[in-house]
């Protein structure tokens, strides 16, 4: 899947004033590859992913996937893209704290209608894949926060999407679970070919990333490339 | 949910029995013209209070109208006992000529092979309703006392009428000699001759006998149906109020529910749940919260009904829990089973339309 952004601005009305979180955002992210987008918190790096990801409509500007501009997309062509060809991972993991891991991971497979067994296996083997095998019937709460982050990770890859974009998926770890994480992410990029498009302010990201990035006050430069 | 359930199974279920109780009455004097001492105060067919009738001279007296094919005299007499918290008859006695039993008491067979019915003659064989029979454990050859005169029980009658269940039934001599009331009756059923109408019977009865009243079935049925026919509508407004009061709860409850969960619902948005998948999640629940409440209050509403009927009737619990389907009939059940479910997923609507309008975009940038 390829992304593309063409002039992209947000903006939003807080109180009588308004506040620009995008302004005129270009970019574009290549198939396959491992993008890091690096800013100070407040700088519109989730404004951007929520775009990108089909969560929220630009005030301006256009969202290209694969040269299809995606405004002109329905509710729910976005919903099925979403559901099929993108992944999410939320700093905050999200998990339905009501099921256990592998429901967790299912759940997506359980919404594009898989059978019952292959949700069953492909749950299993996303677990076992981030390192969680043992972990198959715990809820949420029974984890620690790396191992959360890693089911979010296996639940982001349940449809094998396209693309899996990650907001601060290391901002609420530790500096070694942190790097457990950037690995997985990198051996997804690498082994699994996805391409991954990730938020942070975590400089062990930017080091493993293919383009990186930098935005400030809603603007958005290249920072480097390989 | 459950106490608003077990709300309307008991309070329900209580006015369905004794409006049920009421109405069978009409079954007794089927097609016959009721005469009663004109001070009597009657529900369909029972005078409940008021004064005798001179059996052989009111007899005489409508022996002389035109139109009558049968006279039966009858003694009704409620035996009321307040003990406790008991304030409704514990037991009735009725005295009837024999062979006119069948005529008043419509086909009425015996329990076993072993009873008998009474005769004329007999001077301390009775029947007994089966309720009472089960609650005293008697059985035909038990003897009873009843103002204190030594009765038989030579049968034990076999029917579903709540009023006969309670009922000591015995040759009309007997009953008049039991209760201290010799030579006299309250009831007398006048059965009209074929094609003569009930109506101009009770003119020709009122017009020669000054001291009675003559009621037609209809107007028998006119004075009892607008009071059932209000407490029957006081009770589905009652239940009416409890479910909308319910559905409100419901809501409301499942409005913080989902607002507490609006994170879960974001997230379902985030990864491409289809809006009817959201819509039912809620829906889904708060059926479940209607399907549990349901049963719980049916169960314990049920138990709470048979507590009220053994209260008022002085039953033990006990002998009621064989014959609950009665009290509590499974029609009605699943009539509130059906109401409840469906107004926990009407209450479910609004929380779940919220839910589906979480979008992860606007949670998130709430939450930071």
Same mark, same amino acid.
């Not at chain 2, 949910?1 to 079954?27: C, D, F, H, N, P």
């Not at chain 2, 059940?333 to 589906?356: D, S, Y």
């Given at each position: 899947?390829?992304?593309?952004?063409?002039?992209?601005t947000?903006?939003?009305?807080?109180?009588?004033?308004?506040?620009?979180?995008?302004d005129?955002v270009?970019?574009?992210?290549?198939?396959?590859?491992?993008?890091a987008?690096?800013?100070?918190?407040?700088?519109?790096?989730?404004?951007?992913?929520?775009?990108?990801?089909?969560?929220?409509?630009p005030?301006s500007?256009?969202i290209?996937?694969?040269?299809?501009?995606?405004?002109q997309?329905?509710?729910?062509?976005?919903?099925?893209?979403?559901?099929?060809?993108?992944g999410?991972v939320?700093q905050?993991f999200?998990?339905?704290?009501?099921?256990?891991a592998?429901?967790n991971?299912?759940?997506?497979?359980?919404?594009?209608?898989?059978?019952?067994?292959?949700?069953?296996?492909?749950?299993?083997?996303?677990?076992?894949?981030?390192?969680l095998?043992?972990?198959?019937?715990?809820?949420?709460?029974?984890?620690?926060?790396?191992?959360?982050?890693?089911?979010?990770?296996?639940?982001?890859?349940?449809?094998?999407?396209?693309?899996v974009?990650?907001?601060?998926p290391?901002?609420e770890?530790d500096?070694?679970?942190?790097?457990?994480?950037?690995?997985?992410?990198?051996?997804?990029?690498?082994?699994?070919?996805?391409?991954?498009?990730?938020?942070t302010?975590?400089?062990k990201?930017?080091?493993?990333?293919?383009?990186?990035?930098?935005?400030?006050?809603?603007?958005l430069?290249?920072?480097?490339?390989? | 949910?459950?106490?608003?359930?077990?709300?309307?199974?008991?309070?329900?279920?209580t006015?369905?029995?004794?409006?049920t109780?009421?109405k069978?009455?009409?079954?007794?004097?089927?097609?016959?013209v009721?005469?009663?001492?004109?001070?009597a105060?009657?529900v369909?067919?029972?005078?409940i209070?008021?004064?005798?009738?001179p059996?052989?001279?009111?007899?005489k007296?409508?022996?002389?109208?035109?139109?009558?094919?049968?006279?039966t005299?009858?003694?009704?007499?409620?035996?009321?006992?307040?003990?406790g918290?008991?304030?409704?008859?514990?037991?009735?006695?009725?005295g009837?000529p024999?062979?006119?039993?069948?005529?008043?008491?419509?086909?009425?067979?015996?329990?076993?092979?072993?009873?008998?019915?009474?005769?004329?003659?007999?001077?301390?064989?009775?029947?007994?309703?089966?309720?009472?029979?089960?609650?005293?454990?008697?059985?035909?050859?038990?003897r009873?006392?009843?103002n204190?005169?030594?009765?038989?029980?030579?049968?034990?009658?076999?029917t579903k009428?709540a009023l006969?269940?309670r009922?000591?039934?015995?040759?009309?001599?007997?009953a008049?000699?039991?209760?201290?009331?010799?030579?006299?009756?309250?009831?007398v059923?006048?059965?009209?001759v074929?094609?003569?109408?009930?109506?101009?019977?009770?003119?020709?009865?009122?017009?020669?006998i000054?001291?009675?009243?003559?009621?037609?079935?209809?107007?028998?049925?006119?004075?009892v149906?607008?009071?059932?026919a209000?407490?029957?509508?006081?009770?589905?407004?009652?239940q009416?109020?409890?479910?909308?009061?319910?559905?409100?709860?419901?809501?409301?409850?499942?409005?913080?529910s989902?607002?507490?969960?609006?994170?879960d619902?974001a997230?379902?948005?985030?990864i491409g749940?289809?809006?009817?998948?959201?819509?039912?999640?809620?829906?889904?629940?708060?059926?479940?919260?209607?399907?549990?409440g349901a049963?719980?209050?049916?169960g314990?509403?049920?138990?709470v009904?048979?507590?009220?009927?053994?209260?008022y009737?002085?039953?033990?619990?006990a002998?009621?829990?064989p014959?609950?389907f009665? &009290? $509590? +009939?499974? #029609?009605?059940?699943?009539? =509130?089973? *059906? %109401?409840? @479910?469906f107004?926990c997923?009407?209450?479910? &609507? $609004? +929380?779940? #339309?919220?839910?589906?309008r =979480?979008? *992860? %975009?606007e @949670?998130?940038?709430?939450?930071?």
């Amino acid at each position: 899947m390829m992304i593309k952004t063409l002039d992209l601005t947000k903006t939003y009305q807080v109180g009588s004033s308004e506040v620009t979180a995008l302004d005129k955002v270009s970019f574009e992210v290549r198939e396959e590859s491992f993008t890091a987008i690096v800013g100070p918190s407040g700088a519109g790096k989730s404004t951007l992913l929520n775009l990108v990801g089909l969560n929220d409509h630009p005030t301006s500007g256009k969202i290209l996937i694969d040269n299809a501009d995606a405004s002109q997309f329905s509710a729910g062509e976005r919903r099925k893209i979403r559901l099929s060809r993108m992944g999410f991972v939320f700093q905050t993991f999200n998990l339905i704290p009501t099921l256990s891991a592998v429901e967790n991971v299912e759940l997506p497979m359980a919404l594009a209608k898989k059978s019952r067994k292959e949700q069953r296996e492909a749950a299993a083997r996303l677990l076992e894949t981030v390192g969680l095998s043992h972990r198959l019937k715990h809820r949420p709460k029974e984890l620690s926060i790396g191992e959360m982050q890693r089911v979010s990770i296996a639940r982001a890859l349940a449809n094998d999407p396209e693309i899996v974009i990650a907001d601060e998926p290391t901002g609420e770890l530790d500096a070694k679970t942190a790097k457990e994480i950037i690995t997985l992410l990198f051996e997804v990029n690498r082994k699994e070919k996805k391409t991954i498009v990730v938020a942070t302010h975590d400089e062990k990201v930017v080091e493993v990333a293919d383009t990186v990035y930098a935005i400030q006050d809603g603007k958005l430069r290249l920072e480097g490339q390989r | 949910m459950a106490l608003a359930a077990t709300l309307v199974i008991a309070v329900g279920a209580t006015t369905m029995r004794y409006t049920t109780v009421v109405k069978e009455m009409s079954v007794l004097f089927h097609g016959q013209v009721m005469v009663t001492s004109k001070d009597a105060i009657v529900v369909q067919a029972i005078p409940i209070f008021g004064g005798m009738l001179p059996q052989n001279f009111t007899i005489k007296e409508l022996e002389g109208i035109a139109g009558i094919e049968k006279v039966t005299p009858v003694l009704f007499v409620t035996n009321t006992t307040f003990s406790g918290l008991a304030s409704m008859p514990v037991n009735f006695s009725m005295g009837i000529p024999v062979e006119d039993w069948p005529a008043v008491l419509g086909p009425t067979p015996l329990k076993g092979s072993s009873g008998h019915f009474p005769t004329n003659e007999s001077n301390n064989e009775v029947v007994v309703g089966a309720s009472m029979a089960d609650q005293y454990n008697w059985m035909v050859g038990s003897r009873i006392v009843l103002n204190e005169r030594e009765l038989t029980i030579v049968g034990v009658l076999d029917t579903k009428m709540a009023l006969l269940n309670r009922c000591i039934i015995m040759p009309l001599k007997l009953a008049q000699a039991v209760h201290n009331n010799v030579g006299n009756v309250n009831i007398v059923a006048v059965k009209p001759v074929q094609g003569y109408s009930q109506g101009n019977l009770t003119f020709a009865i009122k017009g020669k006998i000054n001291y009675v009243k003559a009621l037609t079935e209809e107007e028998r049925n006119d004075v009892v149906q607008p009071i059932i026919a209000q407490i029957e509508s006081w009770n589905v407004g009652m239940q009416t109020i409890i479910l909308c009061m319910s559905l409100i709860l419901v809501m409301m409850v499942t409005v913080m529910s989902v607002s507490e969960r609006r994170r879960d619902f974001a997230t379902l948005d985030a990864i491409g749940a289809p809006l009817h998948y959201v819509f039912s999640v809620v829906i889904l629940e708060t059926s479940l919260i209607g399907v549990f409440g349901a049963l719980i209050g049916i169960g314990f509403g049920s138990l709470v009904a048979l507590l009220i009927a053994s209260i008022y009737t002085n039953i033990p619990l006990a002998l009621f829990f064989p014959s609950v389907f009665e &009290i $509590v +009939p499974p #029609l009605y059940m699943v009539q =509130m089973f *059906v %109401a409840i @479910v469906f107004v926990c997923c009407i209450g479910g &609507i $609004v +929380p779940a #339309l919220n839910a589906t309008r =979480m979008h *992860v %975009a606007e @949670v998130l940038r709430a939450e930071y």
